[in-house]
């Protein structure tokens, strides 16, 4: 079974405007990485430096994967994964 | 292009950003999935508590947008107020600006144009802003 992954609207042109797609993977990281293999381009949104970007939200069902372990946070078969746009500005 | 939003909601923004004054104020309207129309008002917390930033509490976000899927809504309007500056995007709006099918509304309380506010709508697409009209209907 993989983990499901919810893609926000300006994602969407990356996965071909699929809302939800599937991934693989025993870790955000390794999640994010089999996305990037499917769907290209979609890493370096989520990343940079190596890091979760500031302005991206994470979750692994319910919680923010920044109480988790961030990209080093496990997933398993059956979780679902939720990328949203932080809601900010100055 | 432009936003069409009712004189009671507009009302009740300004009122939001007078209320929470010195801080910025935050929050979106929803409205019917696929209808462009703003109908549903839902102030947010300003998690930064902040005069010069917003930002929606991430367990917060999180909730919206499983309530808006549940209600087969969509998030029309992503609303602040700007509390000494005018109603345009900031540089860290822009960056930040991760919804393109919303309207960005920025409000200003500053006190220059006291009593008088701003209330101004804009789409922010790749960095892009594009001011519209805006219609008040009673």
């Known amino acids: 079974m993989s983990i499901e992954v919810r893609i926000p609207t300006i994602l969407r042109p990356y996965t071909k405007d699929q809302k939800t797609v599937s991934a693989e993977g025993a870790t955000l990281s390794a999640v994010i990485s089999h996305l990037d293999s499917q769907y290209a381009g979609i890493g370096e949104r989520l990343l940079e430096n190596g890091s979760l970007r500031r302005f991206i939200n994470v979750y692994i069902n319910d919680e923010d994967v920044r109480f988790l372990g961030g990209l080093e946070a496990p997933v398993k078969a059956g979780d679902s994964v939720t990328i949203l746009p932080a809601v900010a500005g100055g | ?138």
Do not use: W
Request: proline fraction near 7%; charged fraction near 25%.
């Open chain 2, 1 to 138: 292009m432009s936003l069409t939003i009712s004189r009671a909601i507009v009302n009740a923004i300004l009122e939001q950003s007078r209320a929470e004054y010195p801080d910025e104020c935050c929050g979106v309207i929803l409205g019917p999935a696929g209808s462009n129309s703003p109908v549903r008002l839902k102030p947010m917390v300003n998690a930064a508590h902040s005069p010069t930033f917003y930002e929606f509490d991430p367990k917060d976000l999180l909730a919206l947008y499983r309530e808006v899927d549940d209600r087969d809504e969509e998030i029309v309007v992503i609303y602040h107020s700007h509390t000494e500056t005018e109603a345009y995007p900031s540089r860290t709006d822009i960056a930040y600006a991760g919804e393109p099918g919303a309207h960005y509304v920025l409000v200003s309380t500053r006190k220059e144009i006291a009593p008088a506010t701003e209330f101004r709508s804009y789409r922010i697409i790749d960095g892009v802003v594009t001011e519209e009209s805006v219609d008040i209907t009673d």
